[in-house]
């Protein structure tokens, strides 16, 4: 056993080395990133040769889990909230094929959308699947519930999901690891037609999940996760969940809370320690760091017998994520400390860093556009979506990765021409390329500016899947190779890219343009470390 100062992040990554898993999918996004991160820079997931480089999407990532999954190995699959929207697809299917190997997918939430579009709660999706979720409380929880994740999955041969939070995903602490598991070898299903979703197949394999579901209840009443700690004060009772209980004990330096509390961090919800809070307290209030999704269920499950008090009721904030202050005031007291405590950090508004090449690409882009009437920009997720902002005030939509391509076609079918999309390099390969297969099957009047800056910025400059081939996927769609154009985004060609743009956008088809140079940031950090390269030599 060894003792480790790991984020949350961390702690899920070393806990997946230890136990044993062959591969690690992922795409990056906040606050998901880290975990494959720290995997692909461990030297001992390298000699154990654990796979871990970036998958183009989170779909082809949860398939290819699934995959490894199939072939008897333990597999972990990652991405914040959103991007399990994108994996729904394989993810609710998954919990009807089930597993072979081990297999668990964390969900990183981000409740008060630090950096997303919003702030969706996963354990809404583990429901919907049908398959039991964990959720730690802390960074010592989320390390030994990846060991129990993989042991659970195995025995019931179902994916489990870890869902986490911002606040543990990148904060700190003390953590104890286990002894090291074996990765498992390959060995296929013993019925070859489990992964078959044929529907004669997935009705029958449908019925065994449902089966399972007791069994499930069974762990989350047994699995020691989920706890009962006895208060003498009846008149409430408190459930908590995932920082919800940390924030509730953090308001008692001993951490002696006076209510009952029922802890709760592994789903489906044990409905027997649930009856026991509720019936032996008065009223309940609810501390879920997400939606109010126990809340809600708790609602239809108690009828109108018991007050329960949280988010719904307004006791706690609708949106948005916990503190020990709002817990604070749910309970009554002042908040924490008896004075209110001041904001630590006053939020800075972001922007695109000096010298970005996004800045001289929204100059041109700008430039041009001033003949037209506003409002034609599609653009996407990455740096380049700071355009929104002043100065530049150069986009009008951004809605999900992929979606400037097919809102500009839609934009451009129904009359507004010019229609402009820009997408960054890394979300184009993530889910661009199959809307420009529409607009050129549909030849579809629309500029599309594809930035590239060879890497995926927004999230820490991680590899982007197609650097370089950008241009060859585009003639490979279908582009007209006449209306593909590589840029350079410099204050010096300003002129030249002006009249490429300008002739672009008043043509009646698709066109495609590049403006390529690399994001500043990974040049520095490439120069940084061939600097520390030559040093150490
Ligand atoms: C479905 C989904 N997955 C991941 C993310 C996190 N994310 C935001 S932007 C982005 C990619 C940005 O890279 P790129 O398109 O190359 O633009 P850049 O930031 O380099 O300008 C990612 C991974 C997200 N918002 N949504
Ligand atoms: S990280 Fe790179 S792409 Fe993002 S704003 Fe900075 S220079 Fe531009």
């Not at 097919?406 to 390099?425: F, N, Q, W, Y």
Request: glycine share 8%; charged share 25%.
């Amino acid at each position: 056993m060894q003792k480790l100062v790991l984020l949350g992040d961390e702690a899920i990554a070393q806990a997946a080395i230890d136990a044993g898993i062959s591969g690690i999918y992922a795409y990056p996004g906040t606050p998901s990133t880290e975990i494959t991160e720290y995997v692909q820079h461990s030297k001992e997931a390298k000699q154990k040769g654990i796979r871990s480089s970036w998958s183009a999407n989170e779909k082809t990532a949860m398939e290819s889990a699934l995959g490894m999954s199939y072939a008897g190995k333990r597999s972990m699959v990652c991405m914040k909230h959103v991007g399990l929207n994108v994996a729904a697809d394989p993810f609710v299917n998954s919990a009807i094929t089930g597993a072979n190997g081990g297999m668990i997918v964390v969900a990183a939430d981000d409740p008060s959308m630090h950096s997303s579009q919003n702030e969706q709660d996963s354990r809404f999706f583990g429901k919907f699947a049908m398959i039991p979720v964990l959720e730690p409380v802390n960074q010592q929880e989320a390390y030994d519930m990846v060991h129990y994740g993989f042991e659970i999955s195995e025995k019931y041969k179902i994916p489990v999901m870890l869902r986490i939070t911002t606040r543990l995903a990148h904060s700190r602490a003390g953590v104890s690891t286990k002894d090291k598991r074996q990765q498992n070898e390959v060995s296929l299903p013993k019925n070859l037609t489990q992964f078959v979703l044929l529907p004669a197949i997935a009705r029958r394999q449908y019925k065994d999940l449902l089966k399972n579901q007791e069994n499930f209840t069974k762990e989350s009443e047994t699995s020691g996760f989920n706890k009962f700690i006895d208060g003498k004060d009846r008149k409430l009772g408190i459930i908590a969940s995932g920082l919800g209980f940390n924030y509730l004990m953090e308001n008692y330096p001993d951490r002696v809370c006076p209510n009952p509390v029922l802890k709760i961090s592994q789903y489906p919800l044990p409905f027997d320690m649930i009856k026991k809070i509720a019936e032996e307290c008065e009223e309940l209030l609810l501390l879920e760091e997400g939606a109010p999704l126990i809340e809600e269920m708790l609602k239809g499950f108690l009828g109108n017998n018991l007050k329960i008090k949280g988010r719904l009721d307004g006791t706690v904030p609708r949106d948005g994520e916990l503190n020990p202050n709002i817990v604070a005031k749910a309970l009554g007291m002042t908040d924490i400390h008896g004075k209110d405590v001041p904001a630590m950090v006053t939020p800075r508004p972001p922007s695109l860093c000096a010298g970005c090449p996004h800045i001289d690409s929204y100059l041109d882009l700008k430039a041009v556009l001033a003949e037209y009437t506003p409002g034609r920009v599609f653009a996407d997720i990455g740096c380049y979506t700071l355009g929104a902002l002043p100065p530049y005030n150069s986009v009008n939509s951004t809605v999900d990765m992929g979606a400037s391509i097919t809102m500009a076609k839609g934009a451009s079918e129904a009359g507004l021409k010019p229609a402009v999309a820009v997408i960054g390099d890394s979300t184009f390969t993530h889910s661009g390329i199959t809307g420009l297969l529409d607009c050129v099957n549909d030849k579809t009047p629309v500029t599309i500016f594809i930035l590239d800056n060879a890497t995926t910025g927004m999230t820490g400059g991680q590899k982007s899947s197609a650097t370089g081939r950008i241009e060859d996927i585009c003639k490979g769609v279908g582009v007209d190779p006449e209306h593909l154009h590589i840029i350079n985004p410099m204050k010096r060609y300003h002129e030249e890219n002006m009249k490429i743009i300008q002739k672009e956008l008043s043509y009646e088809g698709v066109s495609v343009i590049i403006p390529r140079r690399e994001c500043i940031q990974t040049i520095g950090k490439k120069n940084k470390d061939k600097s520390e390269a030559e040093a150490a030599k």
